[in-house]
């Protein structure tokens, strides 16, 4: 009785890349970051834009602009923790004993 070997999947293959199919991808933490802070200016320039249109009477949707500012304040809310995190964690590096 011969045993035939398991084919590689050649769909999975074509996406990923010949040997890289069970390669991890690498997390960047700064590029994740960046994204992050030029979306959250992103949502607060628009929420103010929004806020604007209102103040001028060229939006009628009041629910809208809410929504916006809703967003760019949750936005903001998580750029702030995620910074007040990486304080804390490089204050306790920094009261490590070596």
Do not use: Y
């Amino acid at each position: 009785m011969a045993i035939t070997p398991i084919a590689p999947v050649d769909a999975l293959t074509q996406i990923v890349g010949p040997g890289q199919a069970g390669a991890p991808k690498q997390a960047d933490f700064a590029g994740w970051l960046g994204d992050q802070i030029s979306g959250t200016d992103t949502r607060i320039r628009e929420a103010e834009t929004e806020v604007r249109k209102l103040a001028l009477g060229e939006a009628d949707n009041l629910h809208q602009v809410m929504m916006s500012l809703a967003k760019a304040k949750t936005s903001f809310e998580l750029t702030v923790q995620v910074r007040n995190r990486i304080l804390e964690g490089i204050q306790d590096v920094m009261r490590m004993s070596v």
